[in-house]
């Protein structure tokens, strides 16, 4: 259980509380049963513990959310943000006798506008929804983390998550050019813009999005849009180490490509997934990579990465026809994550970031470390971005196990520091790096972190103990 | 003059300054001479006042800024980080007293890499320097202020400038991923990273990005570099009214094209670069579009483009053959200002964005405003972002003029804020907007950024009397 660090204002107790969240809420809005509170106390991250919820609301307006916020203040109460709850962090996890607030009834998409190439919505609206309802404009929201179907836009902006597009398109702090944002108080205060360009006064847009839900919260958002790209066309290629892999990553960057897509598989990965589906994979490929391109004219690229690829010893090249054979190939990564849990029942994904040119070295480095602590690690990869996620299986019913895959975990973001990278690359810090953060930024950075924290939550109510 | 809000410490004079600066720094990067260190007292901004600075400094390592940092904060003497002072906004002007610390000394590229696609730079790097360094190696630095030939990257970073290419490939900020500040109290501090991705604690690295050097002194800065594209093919199109050529803006961004330029000239700059440069555009155009794609084959695009125009009303549409002709038609782009300023000899270069779907109702409002006040203001805008810079030319000895001047200019930002807009799509704050700011961001908002002003910059000698 993680204890909240806030002293509870002499008032405080649980009837009181949700008597006063009711004078501005509906009753259906706060939710007290402790069945049901307890299904809102985690988020997907494994090895995070949890707290007990004392109330969860549900708001749908900014004045309700205003509302939650002043009640929170008044009684001291902490406050945990959440959007569906899809986060590898820990980051939306509980803590004991919280408020939950959370944000999925908050879901319309206020306005869609071609011209300016913006889209306004509420924080709950899901991702895949906002996607295809700019898909009918003709537009593109390009972030696509895996949840994409599930996760809201709101928890996007949270954790600045990221996705297959990233290595074209980049993660969502790209597109997101204003905020509406409930403070900690109450006070509803706007950053940022609904113009293409904009710079007065300090970017404080960029300070929200990735702040966990640690500084204030948003309850609407601008989002810059793109014009919808041709369909990808998917090149795979097999190697016979992922070294050779890794290399071809290199020249394609190096070569001036921007590929929409690329993705690498490692052997336990591709091996994972082939068990799971029969996809025939041949039990020689040690790695797999995945490129596409979204241009209207593909050929070219694929052509040059293919011979890329080749130059860097890959064993076959499969270039897809069309978009039906590109999904085909874009099936074994998608099944990435679902063959890696069927190893052992549980995984911890981890999500190291590493400068692309150090990419043979992390995977090389996982190897070395699964070896040691005599685990399955599978490393799927967005290789354009270096960012890997290393995918610790384990049997969370075996003790030691358990053990060696969190220690596992944490020799992997050791090494990925190591190399010039980051912990995280788009899942973020939550629970599960809190420590590591002032590994990675140093103790100036994390004194000037805390003290902007200091400034929009001075109370230390929102979304305590995440983060630092 | 503007007076250092600073309440100096007893033993502060200029005799002690400048010896306890000595101690840390060499003979030659403290200048002392008032006549030397007078011509480091403003930027290129009109209307914005200056003081005299007791020093100016010119570093040559992280260590030296350090030191000229800790004097600093042991003296409470006020300190204005500069580069090449070519800012538009007053921004970079001394304050009596103060020492101005120019970064321009520190000019080394300390990176290049073509594989992870960054550059290592200081802050006194020339963005064209930059420019072509990373070109020799197949990479493109977008950034490209009009100023490029002589503004420092520290420059860009501090306003996050923007330029033509930003319809495109968006403002400087987009390219900053990692920075070295030195703080105020003279400590440094890392933010950022060097991989494509990264997402661990608070976006420091964006706040740090358009701060006018109010929090702190970037030493070094990690800058993400894109594939060198194709040369740029233009055409223009001449129409009969600016509200045709602002049609034709909508339709073109509606229509899902992405240009690497999309320029507009109002009729009052065209007749100006006319009569300047006798150009031989002909009377009757009331506006001039230039529009550019740098994709491997931009001639669907220009061909659509195009008929677009033409579908909004132009009476002629300029494609060009080749890179030569494209430059031809991007002079009267290049020559605006210069021709603009030989109107009337000095002129006030606002900087209003407007979501794109308004850029008629701005400069509808430019023309109704320069009316009002018997003035000459001419638009150039970059069109496809709705950054305008509605460009008034007075006589600054006629003290009426100068004063209708001021008030158009003014009339011009309400105008903008109006329309939904920012009052500095690209140009930053400085001494020239401050007023403005809060009007823009309101009070709450103003207070939660003095707030983060104050965490970095405790006693306030950061260049004070900017931004607030």
């Known amino acids: 259980m993680i204890m909240s660090r806030i002293e509870a204002a002499p008032d405080q107790d649980r009837g009181d509380l949700t008597e006063r969240l009711l004078a501005g809420l509906p009753a259906e809005a706060v939710l007290t049963d402790p069945d049901v509170t307890a299904s809102y106390a985690n988020d997907m991250a494994s090895f995070c513990p949890a707290g007990a919820p004392a109330v969860v609301v549900l708001p749908r307006t900014v004045e309700e959310v205003q509302h939650v916020m002043r009640t929170a203040t008044a009684l001291r109460v902490p406050v945990v943000p959440q959007g569906a709850r899809t986060g590898l962090s820990g980051g939306a996890n509980a803590t004991d006798g919280c408020i939950v607030l959370s944000l999925t009834k908050m879901d319309r998409i206020l306005e869609i506008n071609p011209v300016d190439r913006i889209a306004v919505v509420e924080p709950g609206v ?107 066309l998917v090149l795979a290629a097999e190697f016979a180490s992922a070294a050779a892999a890794c290399d071809a990553v290199c ?67 499969v270039p897809a026809d069309d978009a039906a054979e590109s999904e085909l190939l874009l099936q074994a990564r998608r099944l990435s994550l679902t063959a890696l849990e ?89 629970v599960l790096k809190k420590e590591w953060l002032a590994r990675e930024i140093g103790p100036v950075g994390i004194e000037m972190q805390r003290a902007v924290k200091q400034v929009f939550d001075p109370l230390g109510i929102l979304n305590p103990g995440k983060l630092f």
Chains 1, 2 share one sequence.
Not at 263 to 284: Q, S, W
Not at 299 to 316: I, N, R, W, Y
Not at 344 to 371: K, N, Y
Request: hydrophobic residues 40%; glycine residues 12%.
């Open 126 to 232: 899901i991702n895949a929804t906002l996607s295809r309802a700019v898909g009918e404009h003709g537009l593109y929201y390009p972030p696509d983390p895996s949840s994409w179907e599930m996760c809201t836009i709101g928890g996007n902006i949270g954790t600045a998550s990221g996705g297959l597009c990233c290595v074209k398109y980049g993660v969502t702090a790209e597109y997101v050019l204003g905020l509406d944002v409930v403070l900690a108080d109450g006070r509803l205060m706007s950053t940022g813009r609904r113009t293409a360009k904009g710079v007065a006064g300090y970017d404080l847009t960029r300070l929200f999005v990735g702040s966990e839900g640690s500084l204030g919260i948003v309850v609407r958002a601008v989002l810059a849009l793109k014009p919808q790209p041709p369909r990808q």
């Open 251 to 317: 020249r394609i960057m190096a070569g001036g490509h921007v590929p929409s897509l690329l993705e690498l598989m490692d052997r336990t990965t591709v091996k994972a997934v082939n068990d799971l589906a029969h996809m025939g994979l041949p039990e020689t490929t040690e790695a797999l990579l995945l490129a596409a391109f979204d241009t209207p004219d593909p050929a070219p690229d694929l052509a040059a990465v293919g011979a890329l690829c080749e130059a860097a010893g890959a064993t076959q090249v």
């Open 342 to 430: 069927a190893v052992r029942g549980v995984t911890m994904i981890d999500d190291v970031c590493v400068p692309r040119s150090r990419l043979g070295d992390l995977i090389e480095g996982v190897e070395r470390i699964a070896e040691k602590h005599q685990l399955t690690i599978g490393v799927v990869a967005h290789a354009g971005d270096g960012n890997t996620h290393p995918t610790v299986c384990f049997d969370a019913a075996d003790a030691d196990e358990s053990r060696r895959a969190r220690e596992s975990f944490d020799e992997i973001m050791a090494l990925g520091l190591e190399l010039g990278g980051t912990i995280t690359g788009e899942h973020g810090v939550g």
